[in-house]
Structure formats: C-alpha cells, structure tokens
C-alpha cells in the first residue's frame, strides 16, 4: 500500500461551493422516456436481457417491496442499457415490472447505476445515471453523465403516479443517500475518472428541492476507479467517507458537515475493487455488507454482514448472505421491525438474477450465527432472472 501513501501525501480532499450546471444541449440532456408495463414490450421483458445487474431496494412503511437495476439486450454496458423498476406487495413471493427507463432505444444514449430510496417524508425516490454510451463516462460538448430523478408520493402503491424526470447534477449516484443529524440530504455523487476531487457530496437543504455540492474529495487518479462511495454521520457528528478504488477501500474524514475532506486514506476494512454496503441501524449501531471477512481481501464472492458498535472502530463475526462467485453491489434498507432487506446481483451475464433476502441484527451477532445463515437461505427470493 505505500504507493497509496505516496500519491495521497500531498493532496487535500478540497471543498467545492458552487450550485449545479443547469441542464444544456447535448442528447443526454434530455428527459428519457418512462415506460409503464414494460413486459408487454419484448425489447424489455426479461427473456430479450442478456445484461442484468446493479440493483438498489428500498421499503414502503408498510412493506411493499421496491427493487431497481439496470438492464440490457447485449452482454455489454453500451448504448441498450435502460433502468427497470419493479416492486412487491407480498414481500418479495412475486414481483412485477411496472416502468423502465429509457432515454432513447438504441442509443447512443444509456441509463445506468440507478438508486432507489424512500425520504424522511415518505417520497420514493427513484435516481439514475444518463450518458451517452460507454463503459466509462465520456464527456461530450462540455458535459459529462449526471444524475436524474423522478418520484412518486405514495410507496405502497404498485403504480404509485411518477413525476417528471428531472436532472439534479453531474456525476453518478449508486449508493443510499444519508440523512445529517441537521436534516441535510447528503448525496454520495462521482464524476469517475474525468475530474479531480472525483467523489462528491451534493447536498440539499430543502428536501430535494434543489441540491448544490458541498464538499469533495480527490482520489488520487492512480488508484481512483468508479468510486462508488458512501458517507456515514458519526456519533461524533463528523463525516466518515469510504470509497471504492483499485486497491480496496479508502476512507476521508470531514469535520465541517462536508465542506473539505481529509486526504484518502486506506481503510482497515480489505475489500477487492466493487462496491459494498454501509448504514445506520436503527440500535445505532453500524451495518456493514461486504465480501469476505472484515479483514480479508477476497473476489467477488462471500457476500457477508457484520456490526459495529464503536462506530466502525470494530467490527462483529460475519453472517454469510451469499458465498457464490459472482455476487456483488448489495443495497438494501432497515424496516421498522427491525428487518434488514438486501439486495444483489448474481452473475450479471449469464444466470443474471436479482436477488432479496433478510435478516436481522441479532442474526448478525447471535452466538447460533451459523444456524442463521439457513435463515437468510430461506428468505433469498429472485426479483428478475434475465435470458430465460
């Protein structure tokens, strides 16, 4: 890891106070096509995907299921990607795909690296990212890919009425956003590989109403990848981010609710280069979903759940989710009733399943966590299996 050091030494995660670029001309600029019952169309039903994964879940209050990934009719990331969103009233027994998102058919513009989530209001929340076609964001005219919204006021309806999609700023968003003890909204949003001070935190103070970037920091573009990170309020109240780069987890402290960033840092937590899960539970404690043990380095395999209760200082025994090769970029949410829903996908090109399962904290620290692990086996239900 010296060469992290060395390329960190130097750099200071600075902070960035101007407002969001308004939206311009360029085709990605504008609003994609929303797309209700899309099984009735081939091009979106499931047996035409030969590309499934990255998927995100939110929780009505009252249980019903929200899924969200992003799908394709070739293997690739490329030009036919669109955002599906489908849901479940009867926790996760059967799903049903009520709207993709799709900005033009067959390109050159795509949808990727979708978001869902639910506010401290209720509102769901449904986020994506809009480019031009490309693995890798490709800045055209100026602009580069950012993040588009749409909501809708009630998450316990199948078709709960969408608004209009509107663009929020530049980047990409595919983790959960946090709320701040000051009522903040922080977003974890990355340009990628094409800015400096690459891993942003776009803010808003007004419940969505309009969102500006805060603070930033700088990856330093040997090790910097997709970025992919998350932020954590401690108890403390300052910022703990974790970042994903080449060589596993970084890590950046802010002490001025985000406005300037420690230098990245490594994490104690080993990790290959893919994105994973941090939240707050509501004991208060820290959920963590990773591969592998906390201190282990592994593929993308042994997808597993571990606690914190100092804070990310330390961290529990493991309660293995999924041990497979080819699971990756769990999401997920904690319900009322103390219920932790995740999701991941499974082998994005060829099985190209969606998965959900559940458990709890207890599950996590219990003395029978081995048991346990045929609980979370039981609860695993498929949302979408593409190519059959």
Not at 99 to 105: A, H, K, S, T
Not at 200 to 229: K, L, N
Not at 352 to 379: A, C, G, H, M, P
């Amino acid at each position: 890891m010296k060469h992290f050091f060395s390329s960190v030494a130097m750099l200071v995660c600075m902070a960035v106070s101007h407002h969001v670029p308004a939206q311009d001309k360029p085709e990605f600029l504008n609003p994609p096509r929303l797309i209700e019952n899309p099984e009735n169309y081939y091009k979106y039903s499931a047996d035409s995907r030969k590309f499934t994964g990255i998927s995100s879940m939110a929780v009505s209050p009252n249980g019903r299921l929200w899924v969200t990934w992003y799908a394709g009719i070739t293997p690739g990331e490329d030009h036919n990607n669109y955002v599906t969103v489908a849901t479940s009233g009867d926790n996760g027994i059967t799903w049903e795909e009520v709207i993709v998102i799709d900005p033009d058919g067959k390109g050159p513009v795509r949808t990727f690296d979708p978001e869902i989530w639910i506010d401290p209001n209720g509102k769901l929340w449904v986020f994506w990212a809009q480019g031009i076609s490309g693995k890798i964001q490709v800045a055209r005219d100026g602009h580069i890919a950012g993040v588009w919204a749409i909501t809708a006021g009630n998450a316990e309806e199948r078709n709960p009425g969408w608004s209009s999609p509107r663009r929020i700023t530049d980047g990409v968003l595919m983790c959960k956003p946090t709320v701040l003890s000051n009522g903040d909204w922080a977003f974890p949003v990355s340009t990628w590989f094409l800015t400096d001070n690459s891993a942003r935190m776009v803010v808003s103070t007004d419940q969505g109403q309009s969102f500006s970037i805060r603070g930033a920091c700088h990856v330093p573009a040997d090790i910097r990848t997709f970025d992919e990170h998350m932020i954590v309020e401690r108890k403390d109240q300052s910022l703990w981010m974790l970042v994903r780069t080449k060589t596993g987890i970084g890590e950046s402290i802010s002490k001025d609710a985000g406005r300037t960033w420690s230098p990245l840092s490594p994490s104690k937590i080993e990790h290959p280069s893919a994105r994973f899960f941090i939240r707050r539970l509501g004991s208060g404690n820290l959920l963590l979903v990773k591969h592998g043990p906390v201190s282990v380095k592994t593929e993308r395999s042994h997808l597993m759940a571990f606690v914190s209760k100092d804070d990310g200082k330390s961290w529990s025994k493991g309660l293995l989710l999924d041990e497979r090769s080819g699971v990756s970029y769990p999401d997920g949410q904690q319900t009322k009733d103390g219920t932790i829903y995740i999701t991941y996908d499974y082998s994005r090109t060829r099985e190209q399943t969606i998965f959900v399962t559940s458990f709890t904290e207890d599950d996590i620290i219990s003395e029978r966590s081995d048991e346990k692990i045929l609980t979370v086996y039981r609860n695993r239900k498929p949302v979408s299996q593409g190519g059959r």
